[in-house]
T-cell receptor, first 111, second 116 residues
């Protein structure tokens, strides 16, 4: 079982719709959770971080964490073609700075 | 804040050449820096964790004599690919974080290495 799992996609949504990206993790002791966006040929860019159960909103982005279900998601409201990228879910465990990445979900937003 | 600069952005060189890549944290002190490699259409693969003033910790399967890492200060880590060969061609990315493990890693822009 992979430590961090994501559906590779592509996830296709029309412009203006809500894109929902999901991630599950296997280490119940995981403490910190991050979403990164990576455009083709570029390095990852931090979108959101979340540390406690519930929702965290930042502009059009909402991260949701459910530690009991070992599940973290990212919602993108009013999706734009410029949101088309690969979204990487990453997790750390207590005392460890090493990020464990999922393989990423490719999002395609069509005009 | 939390800007990480990586240089050079692209290198093309002949087989057998050694290539040095620099990673700098511009506006914060990074006790830990990380080096990743990414092949086309694949996810990031952690190569090593670099701690200021101590030896780097390499991931399984990564040759420490081939990928030399130096973290001489709290703002600079370097990766040297020694005697590079075509199979070393890849996208190399560094990241840096504060000492707190809860803090996110911030990535440099990456270095695209092409060995002819």
């Amino acid at each position: 079982q992979k430590e961090v799992e994501q559906n590779s996609g592509p996830l296709s949504v029309p412009e203006g719709a809500i894109a929902s990206l999901n991630c599950t993790y296997s280490d119940r002791g995981s403490q910190s959770f991050f979403w990164y966006r990576q455009y083709s040929g570029k390095s990852p860019e931090l979108i959101m971080s979340i540390y406690s159960n519930g929702d965290k909103e930042d502009g059009r982005f909402t991260a949701q964490l459910n530690k009991a279900s070992q599940y973290v998601s990212l919602l993108i409201r009013d999706s734009q073609p410029s949101d088309s990228a690969t979204y990487l879910c990453a997790v750390t465990s207590p005392g460890f700075q090493k990020l464990v990445f999922g393989t990423g979900t490719r999002l395609l937003v069509s005009p | 804040g939390a800007v990480v600069s990586q240089h050079p952005s692209r290198v093309i060189c002949k087989s057998g050449t050694s290539v040095k890549i620099e990673c700098r944290s511009l506006d914060f002190q990074a006790t830990t820096m990380f080096w990743y490699r990414q092949f086309p259409k694949q996810s990031l693969m952690l190569m090593a964790t670099s701690n200021e003033g101590s030896k780097a910790t390499y991931e399984q399967g990564v040759e420490k004599d081939k990928f030399l890492i130096n973290h001489a200060s709290l703002t600079l880590s370097t990766l040297t690919v020694t005697s590079a060969h075509p199979e070393d061609s890849s996208f190399y990315i560094c990241s840096a974080s504060y000492s707190d493990s809860n803090q996110p890693q911030h990535f440099g822009d990456g270095t695209r290495l092409s060995i002819l």
